[in-house]
Structure formats: structure tokens, C-alpha cells
């Protein structure tokens, strides 16, 4: 195994994966900015042109958690290569593509691929660090993530909207590229992880066994629901109430400034006052936040600064829920992580298909914040439900030691 060469914090080829994270992130999140424009390209419906996001984050959920099991032998360097390959291909082939139909299988070969990659990548940021500063190494290679929403997402929307949907695709294949072509040029060769560090399949699954977990990840499963009953829909739902292309992509632009913030803000919080009650604080203000989102009518500044508030608590919700799963699960601390990660693209893909149902029986893209509010309002009493029935279990634990 070749050595790492690090600076006082990690490797700088963290920021490759950044890269390619970045790619990632982009790739999944721009769709929704163009969705008015593609499902008139192709020729479908709005509802329809959903779907690509839903097949996406559906085949994402299920081979993410398998497909890092199977893959667990194989060397890092030509995993991650390989992977980002077939993505780039993926994505170049979605934008060359002449039939929906075409379309929604090259959605499901990118997820196939980024299902590959991210676990991989996870592990390598990982890898790329001393033990002291793995941390900071994963943080670092995920904010490409977060960073996808402020610059890539509003760039690949505008450009998308601009030059015509498949440029959007373009835009992310080119980004996946230059990622690769990074990584296979100043990437160590890296061992697959030791048999015993590296769980099988059936150990993946092992968490959701323990009823504490699932009481646990049940609540966040309906709250991504309520995120993507909207966010898929977002950018139909804007041009809409009459929002031009410019202004659409500034909204996204807001969006992704929240996201930021809210991911920066919610991890503070939840060390500072308990994640159980970031979680409750952040359900609460989103739920008030999406009624003033519903009646918000025409104002592109009252939507951009509604919608700054979604994403916001769209990213207060995730670092909160993962420190509370840790908190759950100690013992399963990566498993259940990657779980969760399953768990958001799981709720994407229901999200996505019930406000698809919905608009195909009259609901206007317009009115989707008051569906995500009523999912919302769902996950509010779930949460409070489950955390009463961890709450009890932890006492009856505690007797029962008595």
C-alpha cells in the first residue's frame, strides 16, 4: 500500500473527492430546476419528468448498502476510477438522450454508479488523514455536497434552462471527468479495507434489527418524504407562479446559501442544546415556514426567502438526525450513518411519486408546500411518538438493570 503524503490537517486529494462529490450532487439535485423544460423536451408530463428523479433516488437507496458490501475486496483507486467513469458515461448518455423511456434507464445507471462511488469515496476522505483528522477529511470531501447546491445546482439549472436541458448533463459529465481524470493521476493505489473491517452485506442490515433504530430512523424516512414532495417539484412549481429563468435560478441559488447554513448551524446546535431538540425546533419552523411558502403567491423575494428557509432546515435536519443516531446506536455508528443516507434517497423517491400522484389528479405544482407541510405536520407526530416510545424503553432498560 503506497503512502499518503499529508499536510497538517490531510491530504489535498481529499478536495478530488470534494470534486467529485460536487459532481454528484449536482447531477442529483439540478434535475429539479429543469423539470418544466425537459418534460417539454420529451414530451411528457410534468408528474412524469419526476419520475427521473424518483428512479434515481430509489435505485440509489437500494444498491448503496449492497453494492458497498459486494465491492468490499476491491482496491480503492480503480473502485473509484472505474465508477466515476460509468457516471460520467451515465450523465453523457442522459443528455444524448432521444426517448423518455431512454432517459429514465440512464438515471438508473448514474444511480447505479454514484451508489459505487460514495462509500468508496467516504472511505478513501477517510484514508487520506491521520486518525486525528478523519473528521475534518470527511467533512472536507463532503462538502462538495453542500457546495453542489449553492454553485452547481443554480449553474447546471441556469445553464440547463439557457442552452437546453441536456447541457445540464453536459455540465455534470465534464465535472465527473476532470474529478476522474484527478484521481487517476494523483491517487495512491489503497487497499480494499481488511476483511474485518469491512462488513458483509448481512452486517449492513444488522442495525435495523434493533427496534431503538428503527423508532429512531422512521420519523426521518417521513420528513424526506415532505423535503422531496417539494424540492422535486420546485422548479415547475415556481415557473408556475410565474418566476422566469433568472429568477429561478436565484432561488436556487437562496436555497443552496440555506442549505449551507442550515448544515453549519445544525451541527452547533445539536452539540450545543441536544439534536432531539434541534429536530423538534427545526419540524416546527418548517412546518410555519411552508404555509407562509404557500401563500407566498407571486413575490419571487417572499419565495426566495421562504425557500431559503426550506433548505435551511432541510440540512439543520441532517447532521441533527445523524448525531442523534449515534446517540441511538453507538455501537452502529457508521452502519446506521450509511443507512440514513439510504433512508434520505428512499424518502426522495416516495416523495417524488406521491406529489407526481397527486398533481395527475389536480393539485397544481404551485400548491406542493402545503402537501409537504401536511407530510411535515405527519413527521412532527411520528417524531414526537417514537421519541416518547425511546424514552420509555430507556427506562424500562434501566429498571430492568436495576
Known amino acids: 500500500m503506497a503512502q499518503v503524503t499529508e499536510t497538517p490537517a490531510f491530504d489535498r486529494r481529499v478536495w478530488l473527492l470534494a470534486l467529485a462529490f460536487f459532481a454528484i450532487g449536482t447531477d442529483f439535485n439540478v434535475v429539479s430546476g429543469i423539470l418544466p423544460s425537459l ?14 428523479v424518483s428512479s434515481y433516488a ?11 458490501g459486494l465491492t468490499a475486496h476491491i482496491p480503492r483507486k480503480p473502485l473509484v476510477v472505474i465508477s466515476l467513469t460509468a457516471f460520467a458515461a451515465a450523465n453523457a448518455a442522459s443528455a444524448l438522450s432521444p426517448t ?6 440512464t438515471r438508473i445507471v448514474a444511480a447505479f454508479a454514484a451508489s459505487v462511488f460514495s462509500p468508496a469515496g467516504y472511505g478513501l476522505a477517510a484514508t487520506l488523514a491521520r486518525a486525528d483528522r478523519r473528521g475534518v477529511a470527511l467533512a472536507a470531501a463532503l462538502s462538495g ?56 452485506l448481512a452486517a449492513r442490515f444488522a442495525p435495523l434489527a434493533n427496534r431503538e433504530v428503527l423508532l429512531g430512523m422512521t420519523p426521518s424516512l417521513v420528513w424526506y418524504v415532505a423535503m422531496f414532495s417539494l424540492y422535486t417539484y420546485l422548479g415547475a412549481a415556481m415557473t408556475e407562479r410565474g418566476m422566469t429563468k433568472e429568477e429561478l435560478s436565484a432561488i436556487y441559488g437562496a ?41 407566498a403567491g407571486s413575490s419571487m423575494v417572499a419565495n426566495a426567502c421562504s425557500i431559503a428557509i426550506f433548505g435551511m432546515n432541510m440540512w439543520f435536519l441532517f447532521p441533527a438526525q445523524q448525531s442523534r443516531l449515534l446517540s441511538i446506536s453507538p455501537q452502529h455508528g457508521p452502519l446506521v450513518l450509511a443507512l440514513n443516507n439510504s433512508t434520505m434517497y428512499l424518502g426522495g423517491a416516495i416523495g417524488s411519486a406521491a406529489s407526481a400522484l397527486l398533481i395527475r ?42
Open 39 to 52: 418534460a417539454q423536451s420529451l414530451d411528457v408530463s410534468v408528474p412524469a419528468a419526476g419520475q427521473v
Open 145 to 200: 455536497i453542500t457546495i453542489s447546491l449553492v454553485v452547481g445546482v443554480p449553474i447546471g439549472a441556469y445553464i440547463g434552462n439557457r442552452f437546453g436541458w441536456p447541457s445540464s448533463f453536459w455540465f455534470v459529465t465534464a465535472l465527473t471527468l476532470i474529478g476522474a481524470a484527478g484521481l487517476a493521476m494523483r491517487l495512491p493505489q489503497i487497499d480494499a479495507p481488511a476483511a474485518a473491517q469491512a462488513p458483509g
Open 255 to 295: 436555497l443552496g446559501v440555506g442549505c449551507i447554513a442550515g448544515n453549519h448551524i445544525g451541527g452547533k446546535l445539536s452539540d450545543r442544546i441536544g439534536s432531539q431538540r434541534v429536530v423538534a425546533v427545526a419540524l416546527v419552523i418548517q412546518i410555519a415556514n411552508l404555509v407562509w411558502l404557500g401563500l
Open 58 to 68: 430509489l435505485f440509489y437507496a437500494v444498491c448503496a448498502p449492497v453494492l458497498a
Open 361 to 402: 389528479h389536480g393539485i397544481a405544482t404551485s400548491n406542493l408546500p402545503w402537501v409537504s407541510c401536511v407530510f411535515f405536520f405527519a413527521a412532527l407526530v411520528l417524531f414526537a411518538l417514537c421519541s416518547w416510545a425511546l424514552k420509555r424503553s430507556a427506562a424500562s432498560g434501566q429498571q430492568g438493570v436495576a
Open 100 to 105: 423518455y423511456a431512454f432517459l429514465i434507464g
